[in-house]
């Protein structure tokens, strides 16, 4: 039982409170008379003819405890507590290094496996698979659209005899990947799960991401391949099908890194990506999931830009805003619901061709946002990749760049070491509210499908990528060697990764012996039950790995859905 305060001891409590008020307003007055004092200081000094600005306005000289006076505890909170602003795990690096997941992918899928072995000889600890540019359109290496195309951007793979050989000699129980493709998404899901299935593993005990995240294509990468209304029907399928039988796998990597690399700010990134996220959300809860057995596999990916402080409030605010919506909007119960767990990927525009070796550079800074910022996996781009697919070396450099951050430098050591920093609270609270003026923006122009069709999303990040470009040709925006620091001296040659067109016609080949194996009468039952199945509600995930298992090609499931639910094609927007 709790023992009442007399009196006396009550007046002498608030008699202390008064005391400790007053202290702290004369405090205050204190320091309002210093910066104003400062002030006067400053503006009568001469300053440097550039735009003092992050990725969308200018930013004051100096931060104060009146600028982060709006961040209350609660609001910063302590690491794996809501609102989880500090992190979403207790012991933070001290426990468990983020996953170094090096994006990798080019020519065949024996050139990549061979690719990805190197990796993990050198101490990679996750895999990521980049994709060429048939395969994310959903197109065989052998359709007439990929000519030309094949294994140049990324690793072909058109069926599960690819996906087979991409991950031959490699334990898919004891690896975690990542597969960044979102129009044909479940198809390459599905060869994985069946490759897996080869290999003797149960789906149950496979780790990974599938980016499957659909609607930042319309806004912003353009790979699509359904209209909006069936591709999220997919997405909610791979989620409802996933819970059972992938519980360990993440459905949808919800991304800001396209959207950033469109030219968005990083407040519109931030904002752009955390609306589609509830999308998502809202999606599968009209399906009539319960929104705990879904929402904990969602994760998201963000891209690590050149504004060193920036990036990581935004980062800390992104886990703060879906925390507090997952909690009170969609009222979510498991702790993990409202975890945001993401991976990051330094920032490829960033990368120039001009002096290539800068790239390293710029890589490392990114990469150490990354890290103060919490970030649960890391991709470090290679100084080749603005030029071609990196080289096994520039590869290795981009890896020892994370082991070096993660190893020397003592970053892991402390969990959010910038947090009470006057200028990161004071940037997490603005850009936290920033998003959430975004936010009613899009519900004012009818939600986040409305905004794509309308394409005022798309409009805004094209308006942000002008006034960039802007600052940049009139130098109000400096990026060495492109235009402040330029040299005439010969460019530095580095070796680059050639994809030859011998690829594309081993490719064929492979397709065509594939082809000849298989059961035809087989693929084209189970094609037609996957065609007729889309004509229902049903579920269609165990249709396509179906499909996948009798060796039906990436373009024949798409082909058979499409007969169903029509292409999409981008409206025209002014």
Not at 78 to 98: D, E, F, I, Q, S
Not at 116 to 142: C, E, I, N, R
Not at 149 to 154: I, R, S, Y
Not at 269 to 293: H, P, Q, S
Request: charged share 25%.
């Amino acid at each position: 039982m709790t023992k009442l305060k007399s009196p006396k001891a009550r007046a002498a409590s608030e008699n202390g409170l008064v005391e400790t008020i007053e202290e702290q307003s004369a405090e205050l007055r204190l320091l309002r008379q210093e910066v104003a004092e400062w002030r006067k200081r400053y503006e009568a000094g001469e300053l440097r003819d550039i735009g003092f600005t992050n990725s969308e306005k200018e930013v004051r000289p100096i931060y104060t405890p009146l600028d982060a006076a709006e961040t209350s505890a609660a609001a910063l909170g302590m690491p794996g507590v809501y609102p989880y602003t500090r992190g979403v795990h207790a012991t933070g690096y001290r426990g468990r290094l983020w996953t170094m997941r090096q994006f990798a992918g080019f020519g065949s899928a024996r050139d990549t496996n061979e690719r990805y072995k190197f990796l993990l000889a050198h101490g990679q600890t996750g895999l990521s698979v980049a994709f060429d540019f048939p395969t994310l359109m959903g197109y065989d290496s052998d359709h007439p659209r990929s000519e030309g195309e094949v294994g140049k951007c990324g690793v072909a793979i058109s069926s599960l005899a690819d996906m087979e050989m991409l991950f031959d000699g490699i334990p898919l129980d004891q690896v975690s990947t990542s597969m960044t493709i979102n129009g044909p998404a479940v198809i390459l899901y599905c060869f994985y799960i069946a490759a897996a299935e080869k290999q003797g593993v149960d789906s149950k005990k496979l780790r990974g991401t599938i980016q499957n995240d659909i609607l930042k294509e319309y806004m912003a990468q353009h790979a699509w391949v359904y209209p909006i209304e069936p591709a999220l029907r997919l997405i909610v399928d791979c989620f409802e099908w996933s819970a059972e039988h992938v519980p360990q796998w993440n459905t949808i990597s919800i991304s800001g890194y396209h959207i950033r690399e469109a030219g968005a700010t990083a407040a519109q990134e931030l904002a752009f990506t955390l609306a589609d996220g509830f999308t998502y959300v809202e999606r599968g809860i009209a399906r009539g999931l319960n929104v705990d057995t879904f929402a904990p596999r969602l994760s998201f990916f963000w891209d690590i830009h050149n504004d060193f402080f920036e990036e990581i409030a935004k980062l800390r605010a992104a886990r703060r805003i879906w925390a507090r919506h997952m909690r009170d909007r969609y009222g979510a119960k498991d702790p993990r619901s409202l975890m945001m767990r993401f991976h990051s990927q330094t920032a490829g525009v960033t990368l120039t061709a001009q002096q290539p070796m800068n790239n390293v550079v710029r890589v490392a800074y990114q990469a150490m946002a990354a890290a103060l910022g919490g970030t649960q996996s890391l991709h470090t781009n290679s100084m080749d990749e603005t030029l071609a697919l990196p080289t096994e070396e520039s590869v290795q450099v981009a890896l020892r760049t994370q082991q070096v951050l993660a190893y020397e430098t003592g970053v892991p050591n402390v969990i959010d070491p910038l947090g009470g920093s006057y200028y990161v609270e004071t940037l997490t609270t603005e850009l936290e509210r920033e998003a959430e003026a975004l936010f009613e923006q899009i519900e004012e122009v009818g939600g986040v499908v409305r905004g794509l069709e309308t394409g005022w999303l798309q409009r805004r990040i094209n308006e942000s990528a002008a006034r960039q470009q802007w600052e940049i040709e009139q130098h109000r925006r400096v990026i060495v060697g492109v235009n402040e620091f330029v040299t005439d001296e010969p460019e530095l040659a580095i070796e680059l990764l050639k994809v030859t067109e011998e690829t594309e016609r081993e490719q064929k080949q492979r397709m065509a012996e594939m082809r000849a194996r298989r059961d035809d009468a087989l693929v084209q039952q189970r094609l037609k039950a996957l065609g007729d199945a889309a004509k229902t509600s049903q579920n269609l995930m165990p249709f396509i790995l179906d499909c996948a298992r009798a060796y039906c090609t990436l373009y024949e499931i798409r082909a058979a859905m499409e007969s169903v639910f029509g292409a999409y094609r981008e409206p025209v927007f002014f």
